[in-house]
C-alpha cells in the first residue's frame, strides 16, 4: 500500500472516528434535553357532590342543573349531574346507591316515593353522606333539608285559580305525571281541596301520564273522547300541559276548554300568549338547585340548616307576561 493511500485511509478514518463522536454526543442531548412542558391548570375543589334528577334531559332539570352548577362554581364544589334519561325510579335509585359507592361528600336528589326513597335516604345519611331533597321531598326520612316548592300549596293555588278563572259548570279532568310520585299526589291533593267545596266543579277523571309526553297525548285525546263533557284540564308537569294543547288545539277547542298547566317552559309560554293554555303555576328551578348546593357546604361547614326551605310558588297568566312579549314568539332559554 503507498504511503498516499496510508494517508487516505488515516484521514477517513479520522473523519469517522469524529463524525461518530458528534452523533453519540448530539444524540444523547436529544434524548436528555428537557421539553418545555405545557403550563396545565389543575383546578382544586373543596367537595364532590352529585345532583340526580327524576329525568336527565328535562327542561325543568335544566333549570335545576343550572342553579346548581353557579353554585358549585361559586363554592368550590366538583358537581356531577346524573341520572336516567327517562323517568324510572329502579334507575333512578341505582344512580343514587352508586353515587353513595363511590363516596360523595353530599347527594341531592328527590324524595319520589316513601316506600323506596326512604330506607334509600336513612341508609346513605347512617353512612355518613348528607343527603338534600330537591322539588320532592321525603319527609319521614333522615335527609338534611327539602328544598322546593310546597306541592300541595301550588296545586291549592292551580284550584283557586281555576275558580276564579271560569264561571258556570266545570267538568275538569287531571293528567297527572305519576300516581306515585310524592309531589304529584300532593300537586292533585291539594287541587282536590281547593274546589271540593265549589259546586259548580266536577272532578271528572284523574289519568296518569308517566312523565312522557306521548302517553299525556294520549290520555289527553282519551279523555275528549270519552268524556265530551270536559271543558277545563289541569296538568300537573310540565309536560302535561303542553300536550294538553296540543290535544286541544287538534280538536279545535282552544277557546272552549279551560287548561291550567305547569312550569314555564317556552312552549308552555307561546301557549299562553295564543291563549290555549290560560294559565301555569310557576316553580322557581333555578334556585332550588341554587340552594340545595348552598344548603349542603353550610352543613358540612357546621352551619345550623333549616328543615324545609319552600321556594316562590305563583300562578302566571298573560296578562302577567311583559307587555312586549304578550303577543308573538317566547324567547329562547
Not at 291549592?156 to 310524592?182: H, M, P, Q, R, W
Request: charged letters at 20%; aromatic letters at 10%.
Amino acid at each position: 500500500m503507498s504511503r498516499l493511500s496510508i494517508i487516505a485511509y488515516s484521514v477517513c478514518g479520522l473523519f469517522f472516528s469524529v463524525s461518530l463522536a458528534f452523533s453519540l454526543f448530539y444524540g444523547y442531548k436529544v434524548i436528555t434535553h428537557d421539553l418545555p412542558k405545557e403550563k396545565k391548570t389543575v383546578e382544586t375543589y373543596n367537595y364532590h357532590f352529585v345532583l340526580v334528577p327524576e329525568e336527565l334531559d328535562n327542561e325543568y332539570w335544566k333549570l335545576v342543573e343550572k342553579g346548581a352548577k353557579d353554585a358549585a362554581k361559586k363554592y368550590g364544589v366538583f358537581l356531577e349531574y346524573t341520572g336516567p334519561k327517562q323517568a324510572n325510579i329502579d334507575d333512578h335509585v341505582k344512580t343514587i346507591e352508586m353515587s353513595a359507592a363511590s363516596k360523595v361528600d353530599g347527594i341531592m336528589t328527590q324524595g319520589l316515593s316513601d316506600e323506596q326513597f326512604t330506607p334509600l335516604i336513612n341508609r346513605i345519611v347512617a353512612s355518613g353522606i348528607p343527603v338534600v331533597t330537591v322539588d320532592t321531598d321525603a319527609a319521614n326520612s333522615r335527609r338534611l333539608t327539602y328544598i322546593g316548592t310546597d306541592n300541595y300549596y301550588s296545586g291549592y293555588l292551580a284550584g283557586k285559580a281555576l275558580i276564579a278563572d271560569t264561571f258556570g259548570e266545570i267538568n275538569v279532568a287531571i293528567i297527572t305525571g305519576s300516581f306515585y310520585a310524592n309531589h304529584m299526589q300532593q300537586r292533585v291533593k291539594g287541587f282536590e281541596n281547593a274546589v271540593k267545596s265549589e259546586k259548580r266543579i266536577n272532578i271528572i277523571t284523574v289519568q296518569e301520564s308517566e312523565i312522557s309526553r306521548v302517553k299525556a297525548a294520549e290520555k289527553a285525546n282519551q279523555i275528549l273522547q270519552e268524556h265530551p263533557e270536559v271543558n277545563a284540564f289541569f296538568g300537573t308537569s310540565a309536560l302535561d300541559g303542553i300536550e294538553i294543547a296540543h290535544v286541544v288545539t287538534k280538536f279545535h277547542k282552544q277557546h272552549q276548554i279551560y287548561i291550567i298547566g305547569f312550569d314555564t317552559l317556552p312552549e308552555t309560554l307561546n301557549f299562553i300568549r295564543e291563549g290555549t293554555i290560560t294559565a301555569t303555576v310557576v316553580q322557581e328551578p333555578y334556585q332550588m338547585g341554587y340552594e340545595a348546593v348552598k344548603m349542603m357546604v353550610d352543613h358540612i361547614q357546621g352551619k345550623k340548616v333549616p328543615p324545609i326551605v319552600h321556594t316562590e310558588t305563583r300562578i302566571l297568566r298573560k296578562a302577567d307576561l311583559p307587555v312586549s312579549t304578550q303577543s308573538g314568539k317566547a324567547e329562547g332559554n
